[in-house]
């Protein structure tokens, strides 16, 4: 151990916003490691997609979702697992409104419930997408697809389903920020 040595703190902040969060983390890694051109690009991108994005939403309603296990559980608009942070980011409208419980994992809900509120979009992330070997791995699609209870679902039914890359769930940096933004972007618009 040293005791000497400097401690920089980066984690992100309690209570602030997730994209001021990151930016500030890769602007205070640019100035660490003498990179700040490349913080810079990757911030300008970062908030690129988060305009992209916005612009190209119109207000619909937006179910976020969590699959794992071969169980579909509900992420919480703003203090969900890395999905809750969007709605508040691009100013999304809830089709469920119920706060989280388990800020990691989503919470249990059912695919009724669900259908119930009709979200107009759904955004899912795979979390066994990006495990290698999970025993009886169901893919998010597919487990959307095979719901009789969702069928009707005017997401499912117009097609309006995001599904993340699943590499999203284990790196949740700007760039995995960045690509999902402008992934919505792109669906939104189409």
Do not use: C
Not at 31 to 52: K, W, Y
Not at 133 to 147: D, F, K, R
């Amino acid at each position: 151990q040293n005791p000497d040595a400097a401690v920089i703190e980066i984690a992100p902040r309690q209570g602030e916003d997730q994209a001021s969060e990151l930016i500030r983390q890769v602007e205070i890694l640019g100035q660490i490691f003498d990179r700040e051109a490349e913080a810079d690009e990757l911030v300008a991108a970062f908030e690129s997609a988060i305009d992209e994005a916005s612009d190209a939403y119109d207000g619909s309603t937006v179910a976020s979702l969590l699959t794992s296990g071969g169980k579909i559980a509900y992420v919480a608009p703003v203090t969900g697992r890395s999905l809750g942070v969007l709605y508040p980011t691009l100013g999304l409208v809830p089709a469920i409104e119920q706060t989280a419980e388990d800020t990691s994992h989503g919470d249990d809900i059912s695919v009724e419930a669900i259908a119930a509120a009709n979200p107009d979009w759904i955004i899912v992330m795979d979390r066994d997408g990006a495990l290698a070997n999970v025993e009886g791995y169901v893919p998010a699609a597919e487990l959307i697809a095979g719901s009789e209870a969702l069928a009707n679902v005017t997401a499912v039914k117009e097609g309006q389903i995001i599904y993340v890359d699943p590499n999203f769930y284990l790196t949740e940096d700007i760039q995995s920020y960045t690509a999902l933004y402008q992934q919505i972007a792109e669906a939104f618009a189409a």
